[in-house]
């Protein structure tokens, strides 16, 4: 594997050396920045990424009025670390939020980083983040130490709470508003609802100056729930109705940036933190064709539908396959509002040639990097992808049902303590497997299916 190896050690150097391409035309303001982030949403669980049962009219017009990103990709499957990358630019492992932070956690996003909310803040940008921050829930970690004007939502995810499908000591879930908790155990039907009617009053209120509204939704993530008025309206059960949910909320946005006479400057981009929580059975997502899901770094982990709109700017119903990665938002968005990056290395690369369509937009990365936890365990470079030897969790019986993991009845109290790897798989009903080094074509094998290793030992 000798030019992979080259690849490695290039990709953490060559954050550095990154530059952009191209720009906006010289009659073009920088733009407000919408980004929707899906939690635990599969790569087929859209209509115009694959979904038969679940209906996403509203989500499907960005991929007619804007491009479908088919390779996109987060740096690790699991929340904390997928949106640290996204904030900062740099995969979670060089700034210290590997894995996932919970009601006990002590870390959180350090001082020292630089948030995209903050880059943009220095620009005049009006902020605010509606949702899950998941970055840190002590008060030196709040979003409104880190860039944000506005936070609502709450600090990690909705099963660390009462209502965890399988741990029953876990206490009070916080609403927080600012950085006052203003309810406790608010009720989940109500979470897409009330994230959207806080983000059209931040529109509203911020219809004449640049803005960026980070709406990091804390649905599909398990347990879910839906409004009434979606309930039992999908062909997938209350999984389908929380997702076309969520398509309801991206047509409330939407309208409302054309309401505002905003969305002709208006930058949005829809996506998820990582792959479906394929335990959860009904209750879970799908990333067919995809291998696998959250929690491995196999494709149906690492790589999220992605959705890119800004009329008249970024090409209409295209259909790019090039590899790009959340980091890359962070470098793309600093060119295109003239903000400096910051100085210390990031991992993202400017992308705008590649959002933008250009003819010679290609993937500037030699190599994409898939971590779990402390473990460099895959790699991707053009086509190839490389998973070193390491275990994973897959779902080995029956998935779950009623909103519970798989193995749920055999599950027992002193294993749900264990930590590592094990102890994921004793919450969430997998079982630990293991792949060894094992090399794929992802253009003719996107389910990594067949290790070709043996075939071309050059690679």
């Given at each position: 594997m000798t030019v992979m190896s080259r690849h490695l050690g290039f990709c953490f150097a060559v954050a550095a050396l990154w530059h952009t391409s191209a720009a906006l035309a010289a009659d073009?303001?920088?733009?407000?920045?919408?980004?929707?982030?899906?939690?635990?949403?599969?790569?087929?669980?859209?209509?115009?990424?694959?979904?038969?049962?679940?209906?996403?009219?509203?989500?499907?017009?960005?991929?007619?009025?804007?491009?479908?990103?088919?390779?996109?990709?987060?740096?690790?499957?699991v929340c904390t670390a997928s949106r640290a990358s996204l904030m900062t630019g740099c995969y979670a492992n060089r700034v210290g939020l590997a894995g996932a932070l919970n009601h006990t956690s002590k870390a959180g996003i350090h001082a020292d980083e630089v948030l995209l909310p903050e880059l943009l803040q220095q620009r005049g940008y009006a902020t605010a983040i509606f949702g899950k921050w998941h970055l840190g829930h002590r008060p030196e970690f709040s979003p409104l130490r880190?860039?944000?004007?506005?936070?609502?939502?709450?600090?990690?995810?909705?099963?660390?709470?009462?209502?965890?499908?399988?741990?029953?000591?876990?206490?009070?879930l916080p609403w927080i508003d600012g950085e006052?908790?203003?309810?406790?155990?608010?009720?989940?039907s109500q979470f897409t609802r009330r994230l959207t009617e806080r983000a059209l009053r931040f529109l509203a209120a911020n219809k004449d100056r640049p803005f960026f509204l980070y709406l990091p939704h804390i649905m599909p993530h398990v347990p879910i729930f839906a409004s009434e008025k979606f309930k039992g309206r999908s062909g997938r059960g209350l999984y389908g109705d929380v997702v076309e949910e969520l398509d309801w909320s991206v047509g409330?946005?939407?309208?409302?940036?054309?309401?505002?006479?905003?969305?002709?400057?208006?930058?949005?981009?829809?996506?998820?933190d990582n792959g479906?929580?394929?335990?959860?059975?009904?209750?879970?997502?799908?990333?067919?064709?995809?291998?696998?899901?959250?929690?491995?770094?196999?494709?149906?982990?690492?790589?999220?539908?992605?959705?890119?709109r800004w009329p008249k700017i970024i090409p209409a119903g295209r259909t790019c396959d090039e590899p790009v990665a959340s980091i890359d938002l962070l470098p793309t968005i600093a060119k295109l509002i003239d903000a400096p990056v910051p100085k210390h290395p990031i991992d993202g690369l400017d992308v705008w040639p590649i959002l933008?369509?250009?003819?010679?937009?290609?993937?500037?990365?030699?190599?994409?990097?898939?971590?779990?936890?402390?473990?460099?365990?895959?790699?991707?470079?053009?086509?190839?992808?490389?998973?070193?030897?390491?275990?994973?969790?897959?779902?080995?019986?029956?998935?779950?049902?009623?909103?519970?993991?798989?193995?749920?009845?055999?599950?027992?109290?002193?294993?749900?303590e264990e930590?590592?790897?094990?102890?994921?798989?004793?919450?969430h009903g997998y079982e630990v497997r293991r792949i060894e080094q094992s090399l794929f074509n992802l253009k003719d094998d996107p389910g990594e299916s067949r290790d070709v290793a043996k075939q071309h030992p050059t690679v």
């Open positions: 073009a303001s920088p733009p407000n920045v919408v980004l929707i982030f899906a939690d635990d949403l599969g790569y087929a669980d859209v209509g115009c990424f694959g979904a038969k049962d679940i209906r996403t009219p509203n989500i499907d017009r960005l991929a007619t009025e804007g491009t479908r990103f088919t390779s996109f990709y987060v740096s690790q499957p880190h860039g944000f004007n506005e936070f609502l939502g709450i600090p990690y995810s909705n099963d660390n709470g009462p209502l965890h499908p399988v741990v029953k000591t876990i206490p009070s006052k908790t203003a309810e406790l155990d608010p009720d989940q409330e946005i939407v309208a409302a940036l054309k309401r505002l006479n905003l969305e002709d400057n208006t930058l949005l981009i829809f996506t998820s479906p929580f394929l335990s959860y059975g009904e209750h879970a997502g799908s990333a067919t064709p995809l291998r696998e899901g959250k929690l491995t770094t196999f494709e149906g982990g690492v790589r999220t539908p992605c959705l890119i933008s369509g250009q003819p010679d937009g290609r993937t500037p990365h030699e190599a994409l990097l898939f971590f779990s936890g402390d473990e460099l365990q895959a790699v991707r470079s053009g086509d190839w992808k490389l998973h070193f030897a390491h275990d994973y969790l897959t779902v080995a019986g029956p998935p779950g049902k009623g909103g519970k993991p798989a193995n749920y009845e055999n599950m027992k109290p002193k294993s749900i930590s590592g790897i094990r102890g994921i798989a004793s919450r």
